[in-house]
């Protein structure tokens, strides 16, 4: 009982030396690898890089404490941190505390709904994600990733659009004004240094090999160059009055929306009094305010683009302050440092008095020492109604992603792993880490291989990857601030590569056409509608659906032929003759309201078609289960079939349709002479058949025909 309510008590209680060495060899391997993964994944959510080292050092534990597996490795994975960002985007802005409040409560979201799954041993609803959804959407997430990153390697800054496709048509104009050449050779270098590792040196992890060697790079060649400067010191008027103009359409945006929010307020205030007429001047009202919101959020985009797209020459004054020229604006009798400087403009105002100049690439900066605050979640109903399709579409691709993981490394382990369980550790590790400001988790392929490989024998190893994360939130933060963040899009994009799996679509195809093309289809709608992942998702669960009623509403009914030994076949399959005198149908499936009216039209049309038909046998063994629809149908076939004067059998029934059929008071009505246990029974039995085949004089009988001798 014990062990139930602690999964890791079937295991330390037989701890020893030998596995505590191994388990912390590869929970220290793990960490390595962890560290700078999180980071990037945290910044693949919309978060600030360290939010990943908060949501990796309470997660891990949780999990492996409470899940079934012993060696899978939890925190931030690359599927879930994006499907994150989709879901908070609409919220608030990317990276605002607003924003990180939204990601922590959607991991208490994540985690209650996985643990409720758990508790009520409903692990198999994880089966509504069919394999062709899975793998179609899992394809086009690792392009969506992979792309998501071409801004960090190039070094622009774009604001996003409404679709994917656009976001990346901004990145190229913005590249193409202007690309970072540092920052892009930064980002290269880090995917030499990991493919060179994981093909030479396969022993070392290639991403902290890459955090490594860039970080002392980028620390001793001055990578990041920023100033912060009055407004005064850009030497451009019209540059000066871009600035005042942009900082005032975003406070025109600011006023609008608060009274956005006060019309809303007045809106629900009148509808629940019934005040109709008023209900529809303030809706006006806000149709009107919206129109010009719109407005003005496309005047400030237009602004900020052109801002971020201007490149200024710096000039050192006598007194050591910066004075900035546009390009190719310098005077001739003043030298510039050389550099090629930029505006670091954001979704808020450009202080008039702090305003940063770019002057080399991107890194993380600061990150706060020490462990975060423990707190509770903060609650919001109107995000929690927002949230919920996107937590319950979260958790089930988390539990999906964990569960394959864990199956797999159990195949290698011998493990048993229990789905319900895992769903309980996974839903923990998320409801727990919430409280420790983490946002959605999962399980990690790369870090499970990772953590197999080094010898991990017991959940401890996940124990000893927490510490690791801990110690370096309390001291090594200061050594992670020029970490480059092409490094962290080079890491990124590593880790997606793996995803990308283009012949499995055409395994898909060649098993069942159908299922080709749900995949192909839920790839294109998911590229389609991103970052509107969602679409891409229901869509293909929808088509699964879809496909399994249409096929659960037309079985496959096939006509049965005796062959040359006692067996019966699909006489469309092997060729062979059908009996004028007796059909014999096998129905496959469950008999139920679905399908019942589609037996029924098969055997009218049987009848329709043979006038010689005397005997109907229905070969009930590819049917489990029947409904009282079901019977119905059944009944009215018995009943058609009686009246033509033609005999109607039942063979091959289990005891669960037999019984079905006697509570019906079916079997009254076919006659218990006409339940046979085979088909072949049913044709030795009917003398009519036997008589056909006497009277056969010339040529080969038909093959149900025939009468064993």
Known sequence: MLANLFPFMNWIKDYNTETLRSDTIAGLTVALVLIPQSMAYAQLAGLPAYYGLYASFLTPLIAALFGSSRQLATGPVAVVSLMTAASLEPL????????IAYAILLALM?????FLLGILRLGLVVNFLSHPVINGFTNAAAIIIATSQVSKLAGVSVDKASHHYETLIRVAQGAFNYTHLPTLAMGLFAFAIMIGCKRFIPKIPNVLAAVLITTCLSWAIGFNHDVTIPVSSIESSRVQSTIAVFNGTLASAEKLAMQRTELSKELSAANAMGESLRALNIQHELSTIELRLAGVKDQSHQLRTSLRNMLFSGVEQSDGTMAFYLKNGTPPTMHTDGRTWRLRVSNTQVSSTALTMMGGGAVVGTIPSGLPTIAAPTFDLSAVLHLIPFAVIISLLGFMEAISIAKAMAAKTGQRIDPDQELIGQGLANMIGAFGRSYPVSGSFSRSAVNLQAGAVTGMSSVFASIMVVLTLQFCTP?????PQAVLAAIIMMAVFGLLNVSSF???WKIKWYDGAISVISF???????PHLDKGIMLGVALSLGMFLYKSMRPNVSFLSRSQTPS???????????????????FEGPLFFANASFLEDIVTEKISENDSLKHIVLSAGGINDVDCSGAEALELIIEKVQAKNIEFSICSANKTVLAVLQKAHLLEKIGTDHIYATAEEALRNDCRVTRAAKETTDGPLPAACLRAS
């Open 92 to 99: 608030a802005t990317m990276g605002s505390e607003g924003y």
């Open 110 to 114: 994540v985690g209650g709904f996985q």
């Open 479 to 483: 050594l992670l601030y020029h970490l």
């Open 506 to 508: 055409v395994h898909a």
């Open 524 to 530: 294109i709608t998911t590229l389609a509608y991103a």
């Open 568 to 586: 019966h076949r699909d006489t469309t399959l092997t060729g062979l003759e059908n009996c004028k005198n007796i059909s014999v149908i096998q």
